[in-house]
């Protein structure tokens, strides 16, 4: 069992927004500003698409976005693409001896 | 550009040993925090180690403390984890990866780590 909560998969049209959740508590998501996304093509490596919350790394698109309220973290995704079909990862940095923890991941389909 | 390249990985008894490697480029090595993250087939991804840019500081996932160590060569831009007594369930891709402040940047293609008789 992974240690923050996230669905198991979301859906959307083209053109349609999705968001994706992250559930944790106030040792992690709610504790620190630092929480990430990653989106995960099959068969390649991660790649960090959230930062620090909301802030987006260059080079992403500004359609995805990130957000946080007490322990739930959210990834919102605004005008779908076919090239947004992909697992998203969230992770929170949690201090003390857990350091860093994932969420299970979301299988985001583009209908 | 950034460059992360693993290697190291492959097939391992359980009880045996790996080291996996992480020759970095395209950005001043020394000035990073650096970790591992593994990720087993059609799994999670999962936080392992991370190393301070000196290599005064080292921090290990729980479930593994006691069978790991990370170390660097800043010299070399090189990243290693050292990985003891395997077991099936470390089976994973592992990969190499920045921090920027406390999120992961940029991350390596991975190596295999495969653990069976």
């Known amino acids: 069992q992974s240690a923050l909560t996230q669905p198991r998969s979301v859906s959307g049209s083209p053109g349609q927004s999705v968001t994706i959740s992250c559930t944790g508590t106030s040792s992690d998501v709610g504790g620190y500003n630092y929480v990430s996304w990653y989106q995960q093509h099959p068969g390649k490596a991660p790649k960090l698409m959230i930062y620090d919350v909301s802030k987006r790394p260059s080079g992403v698109p500004d359609r995805f976005s990130g957000s946080k309220s007490g322990n739930t973290a959210s990834l919102t995704i605004s005008g779908l693409q076919a090239e947004d079909e992909a697992d998203y990862y969230c992770c929170a940095y949690a201090g003390g001896y857990t350091h860093w923890v994932f969420g299970g991941g979301t299988k985001l389909t583009v209908l | 550009e950034v460059q992360l390249v693993e290697s190291g990985g492959g097939l391992v008894q359980p009880g045996g040993s790996l080291r996996l490697s992480c020759a970095a480029s395209?950005?001043?090595?020394?000035?990073?925090?650096m970790t591992w993250v593994r990720q087993a087939p059609g799994k999670g991804l999962e936080w392992v180690a991370s190393?301070?840019?000196?290599?005064?500081?080292?921090n290990y996932v729980d479930s593994m403390k006691g069978r790991l160590t990370i170390s660097r060569d800043n010299a070399k831009n090189s990243l290693y984890l050292q990985v003891n007594s395997l077991r099936a369930e470390d089976t994973a891709v592992y990969y190499c990866?920045?921090?920027?402040?406390?999120?992961?940047?940029?991350w390596g293609q991975g190596t295999l780590v495969t653990v069976s008789s």
């Open positions: 990866v920045t921090n920027i402040d406390w999120n992961f940047r940029d």
């Open positions: 395209g950005f001043t090595f020394s000035s990073y925090w």
């Open positions: 190393i301070k840019q000196d290599g005064t500081k080292t």
